[in-house]
């Protein structure tokens, strides 16, 4: 027997810390509910696990920057609709107008109410806001370049009507003008790519270039050659007003995040619903839009005269078909944006499941373990005791 090391009491030692170091693991992991509570745990889990979490946040704000998009998109359709109910009251009107059984003075009154509506049109598009941002304003920083655009031939049943085109001179960035509703914007090729949403035309190309780009265009309601003749596409009256402006507004391009990277992004144009870009006012003087019919500043249909009002008639119309495709454009993309969202619920469900079995305590599993470790714990605690007693069966045999 020997009384300098106790042996059996260093051996009974290591393993009441080694249970006790374990317990206390199986204590954490059922407190937290985490297996991986630090990186000495699982390193490899631990990294596989912060790279998951990142993902699954990431995912969940995608999913409620879609919802918001969504809800742009709604604020953006609900204005439109207030807007298609009223062009079919200026529809009503200028059928009214074109009615014998008016005089000029009824004409009058009806003309006053249909000024107001364009006003009302102008106000919508210029307030309508989304978390403080105008939405259906269009881009407006195109300034106006100079164009020229002059009626040469007057649309009938017989005929097409017919615009000269002159371009202005000189070009300068930034400026710009509108023809048949689609937006034309000069930059300066030397000072890099053009960036903006209208159709860009670089002012270092000669007056031939720009030509021919203008002619390439597919217009809606016109074709152009390249001796900037616009000719409407079909014979009547509807060619006698011309959706054409010196400036323009080119539409809005809003971004929307739609995933958990860099990059993941979906572009929503949002086109302004201005009575200028509907092709019911023009700041050029002529091109069927009367003077006397003040609207903001610029030139407005007239339907104070029967021949007028049967023009108007045909902007209208336009206009009409104008908003539809737009609304129409913001459902198929809403639908997109829903699905969108449905798919990052799906992601965002597995990756959490996977962060799940990589992070999460089983805890039947570690109950089972912290009641092992409980035991023995308290058996090596207890033989420690009795291995600490055993030197003083020396004293025992000394003193015999």
Do not use: W
Not at 109 to 128: A, C, F, G, P, V
Not at 367 to 373: I, K, N
């Amino acid at each position: 027997m020997k009384i300098n090391y106790n042996i059996p009491a260093l051996q009974t030692n290591v393993a009441l810390k080694r249970a006790t170091n374990q317990q206390s693991t199986a204590m954490e992991r059922l407190s937290s509910g985490l297996k991986i509570n630090s990186s000495k745990d699982d390193p490899a889990g631990m990294a596989i696990c912060q790279k998951l979490t990142a993902q699954v946040d990431g995912l969940n704000q995608a999913n409620k920057n879609s919802m918001d998009g969504i809800s742009m998109i709604q604020t953006a359709e609900g204005a439109m609709n207030e807007v298609h109910d009223m062009l079919s009251r200026l529809r009503e009107l200028s059928i009214q107008s074109m009615n014998d059984t008016y005089t000029d003075t009824d004409r009058d009154k009806m003309q006053l109410e249909l000024n107001e509506l364009l006003k009302e049109i102008d106000r919508i598009s210029e307030d309508t806001e989304f978390n403080d941002t105008k939405i259906l304003n269009g881009s407006r920083d195109i300034g106006q370049s100079g164009i020229g655009i002059v009626q040469t031939q007057t649309g009938t049943d017989d005929q097409p009507a017919v615009y000269n085109l002159t371009l202005p001179n000189p070009r300068v960035a930034g400026e710009g003008f509108t023809i048949d509703g689609q937006a034309f914007e000069f930059y300066d090729s030397t000072e890099g790519e053009y960036t903006g949403t209208a159709i860009g035309l670089d002012i270092n190309n000669t007056a031939a270039q720009i030509t021919n780009t203008l002619a390439e265009i597919e217009y809606t309601n016109f074709t152009l050659s390249t001796d900037l003749t616009l000719t409407a596409k079909s014979n009547g009256t509807d060619g006698n007003y011309l959706a054409a402006n010196d400036g323009a507004v080119a539409p809005i391009q809003v971004l929307f995040q739609i995933g958990a990277n860099a990059n993941q992004l979906t572009s929503l144009y949002l086109e302004s619903t201005g009575t200028d870009v509907l092709g019911l006012t023009s700041n050029l003087e002529g091109n069927g839009f009367s003077e006397t019919a003040d609207i903001n500043g610029a030139y407005g249909l007239n339907i104070s005269n029967k021949e007028d009002a049967d023009f108007a008639l045909g902007a209208i119309d336009k206009a009409i078909n104008k908003i539809s495709e737009q609304r129409a454009y913001l459902g198929a993309y809403q639908n997109r944006l829903e699905y969108t969202v449905k798919s990052l619920d799906v992601t965002e469900d597995n990756l959490t499941g996977s962060l799940s079995r990589i992070q999460d305590t089983d805890m039947a599993e570690e109950m089972t373990e912290f009641t092992r470790t409980n035991i023995i714990s308290q058996a090596a605690t207890s033989m420690l005791s009795q291995a600490n007693q055993r030197p003083q069966q020396v004293l025992q045999i000394l003193q015999s």
